[in-house]
């Protein structure tokens, strides 16, 4: 994946590469006391609501963790975050490319300037033109491979030990959180 400075800016305001409250997974994960953190890997699955700025009620939150436990028991741990304002959840090395959702013209260049000029807000306007055909869309629009977006809320298991969330298990969720939900696949 090319990283840019501000994806390194958000990506340090979001949980990845480093999550700030997560205990490290390759203590449990490695088996060579030789090995260190820089050359293991981890894998999230973290959801999002598709509305950047959408913060379930607190209770909500609490259960949705609990029925995420349930799906994903195996995980090292399973974690909800809250923030100011909608973070860039990125799908760290899964991360392939960036396109217009109406034209389909891929926007990798383009995309990566505005997410530079994005960074240094303290709250991001989300609103861009898209350079190939015109559209005005938010920048949580864009069609993400893989699938990666803005939120203030975050749940997410890390080292679920599951490949992904089946369509009635986020339908589950989003009943439980009023909302509807993006997943993401985090490889870091
Ligand atoms: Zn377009």
């Known amino acids: 994946m090319r990283r840019t400075p501000i994806h390194g800016m958000l990506m340090a305001g979001a949980k990845h590469p480093q999550p700030t409250d997560s205990k490290p997974s390759t203590s449990r994960k490695c088996f060579s006391a030789g090995l260190t953190r820089t050359i293991m890997s981890d894998n999230f699955i973290c959801i999002i609501p598709r509305d950047p700025w959408f913060i379930p009620d607190r209770r909500a939150q609490i259960q949705a963790r609990r029925l995420f436990?349930?799906?994903?028991?195996?995980?090292y741990q399973i974690t909800t975050s809250v923030t100011d304002?909608?973070?860039?959840?990125?799908?760290g090395v899964n991360f392939e490319s960036v396109a217009c959702p109406r034209c389909h013209q891929e926007l990798d260049t383009w995309w990566h300037t505005i997410m530079d000029r994005t960074a240094p807000q303290q709250v991001p306007d989300l609103t861009i033109v898209t350079p190939c055909c015109g559209a005005t869309l938010s920048l949580n629009g864009l069609r993400y491979e893989w699938p990666c977006g803005f939120a203030r809320f975050t749940l997410e298991a890390q080292?679920?030990?599951?490949?992904?969330?089946?369509?009635?298990?986020?339908?589950?969720?989003?009943?439980?959180?009023?909302?509807?939900?993006?997943?993401?696949?985090?490889?870091?």
């Open 85 to 91: 304002a909608p973070i860039f959840v990125d799908a």
């Open 69 to 75: 436990q349930q799906f994903a028991p195996q995980a």
């Open 159 to 188: 080292n679920p030990d599951i490949v992904m969330l089946s369509v009635s298990q986020m339908r589950e969720l989003e009943g439980l959180l009023d909302c509807k939900l993006r997943q993401i696949l985090v490889h870091i």
